[in-house]
């Protein structure tokens, strides 16, 4: 199966500043086939960006998706308090479907 | 757009239990629907997929020949059925639909139903 690798496992940052996450998979994934979600406490995850770059109704443009093969970003632009929560990769390209880790957004 | 999920409950090792989930908002039947599960204090792991019409079904190796995913379309559900449980299989299961333009990304999710399996 295909493994993700998020980076770093906490992110600590605050409000107005610029969020960068990594994705790293153990094999090249389509790029039409991976995914961000959010999660906050004790709520289901949200899904943010789909196919890489794609950005899911209703997402703010403050949230962007890149990447190709294995090396995969989302960019938080001037980060919200709302923002704070936890991000999780995805890829579909390949089953099983699987998640990263994730990786935490902090307030400093 | 809605999804609910129930069924979850307190069990003990090698015993069995059925979630549902009911959707409501949306042509049920145009849609994949998956499950997927958290652990407590853990990340996202996907469970199973079945598709419109029952024909393509998948599950995760971990749940591979316990679990059993099902759907009935004239009800707007859909099941999962877990036997042989063990105490990995504890989390909180999630109900999950298939994003129509990028089938295996999750659009909607539910809330979750709690499986503790413990003795």
């Known amino acids: 199966e295909i493994v993700l690798t998020q980076s770093p496992d906490t992110l600590s940052l605050s409000p107005g500043e610029r969020a960068t996450l990594s994705c790293r998979a153990s094999q090249s994934v389509s790029s039409t086939h991976l995914a961000w979600y959010q999660q906050k406490p004790g709520q289901a995850p949200r899904l943010l960006i789909y196919?890489?770059?794609n950005r899911a109704t209703g997402i703010p443009d403050r949230f962007s998706g890149s990447g190709s093969g294995t090396d995969f970003t989302l960019a938080i632009n001037k980060l919200e308090p709302e923002d704070f929560a936890v991000y999780y990769c995805q890829q579909y390209g390949f089953s099983p479907k699987t998640f990263g880790l994730g990786t935490k957004v902090e307030i400093k | 757009v809605q999804l609910v999920e129930s069924g979850g409950a307190s069990v003990q090792p090698g015993r069995s239990l059925r979630l549902s989930c009911t959707a409501s908002g949306f042509t049920f039947d145009d849609y994949g629907m998956n499950w997927v599960r958290q652990a407590p204090g853990k990340g996202l792991e996907w469970v199973s997929v079945?598709?419109?019409?029952?024909?393509?079904?998948d599950y995760a190796n971990s749940v591979k020949g316990r679990f059993t995913i099902s759907r009935d379309n004239a009800k707007n559900s859909m099941y999962l059925q877990m036997n042989s449980l063990g105490p990995e299989d504890t989390a909180l299961y999630y109900c999950v639909r298939d994003m129509l333009r990028a089938p295996g990304a999750f659009d909607v999710w539910g809330q979750g139903t709690m499986v503790t399996v413990s003795s």
């Open positions: 196919g890489a770059s």
């Open positions: 079945i598709n419109w019409n029952s024909v393509s079904i």
